[in-house]
């Protein structure tokens, strides 16, 4: 079973629209939690992480995340996309006191000017 | 300025030759990692280390193999075991733990076998 769940694999929106795309990981210990980005033809780049404390992380590029340990989630939020944040997008996750990053399958955002 | 560098960006190579792909780095990194791309798949990790000389498997390792010979180097090897090794290769970087610290990733390898 996957331990990252994206549950939208591809998303559309029109620019000004809000988004949110869903993670959700199923490990109950503490856990270390990442939202990655990958612009068309560039590296994967880290958007935001979540380590401890404040639940809502605010990343680069105006996007947020929120931490809610009850739901296991780690959606992240953008009040207004822009045609440049088309991209895919992955969350991810470490089990704190084990050395592995484990990746949800990524949700590719579209947004049409 | 500091960085992953992985190459070459495009590999080509026959069915039933082992391939090696390359990954340096020069941010001083304790640790690094091997993960292949798939369409739909997300990563999936195939090797990482923490120290140089010691590596463990990840998940997908079945066809790799990898040394760790010096700090900066971490190469992937592709053998003709590896069922479909059709792929997009990342190869990243972290500080002495990952606890707390997300993974730096280079430009990728794209590895074709025909």
């Known amino acids: 079973a996957q331990s990252v769940s994206q549950h939208n694999h591809h998303v559309i929106l029109s620019e000004a629209a809000s988004l949110e795309l869903g993670c959700n990981y199923s490990?109950?210990?503490?856990?270390?939690l990442f939202w990655y980005v990958q612009y068309p033809g560039q590296h994967l780049q880290l958007l935001l992480k979540?380590?401890?404390?404040?639940?809502l992380v605010k990343g680069i590029k105006g996007f947020e995340a929120e931490f809610i340990k009850s739901k296991f989630s780690f959606n992240l939020r953008k009040p207004s996309v822009q045609w440049s944040d088309t991209a895919e997008y992955f969350c991810?996750?470490?089990?704190?006191?084990?050395?592995?990053?484990?990746f949800g399958t990524g949700t590719k955002l579209q947004v049409i000017p | 300025d500091g960085g992953i560098t992985q190459s070459p960006k495009y590999l080509f190579r026959k069915e039933g030759q082992n391939v090696t792909l390359s990954c340096e780095q020069n941010?001083?990194?304790?640790?690094m990692y091997w993960y292949r791309q798939d369409p739909g798949q997300g990563l999936r990790l195939i090797y990482y280390?923490?120290?140089?000389?010691?590596?463990q498997k990840g998940d997908i390792a079945e066809g790799y193999s990898v040394s760790r010979e010096k700090k900066e180097s971490f190469p992937l090897t592709v053998t003709s075991a590896q069922k479909n090794p059709t792929a997009f290769y990342l190869c990243?970087?972290?500080?002495?733990?990952?606890?707390?610290?997300?993974?730096?990733f280079g430009n990728g390898t794209r590895l074709t076998v025909t």
């Open positions: 990243a970087s972290s500080p002495r733990t990952v606890n707390n610290s997300p993974l730096h």
């Open positions: 490990y109950g210990g503490t856990v270390n």
């Open positions: 979540y380590f401890s404390g404040d639940p």
């Open positions: 991810a996750e470490l089990k704190v006191g084990y050395q592995k990053v484990t």
């Open positions: 941010l001083n990194h304790d640790a």
């Open positions: 280390s923490q120290i140089v000389n010691d590596f």
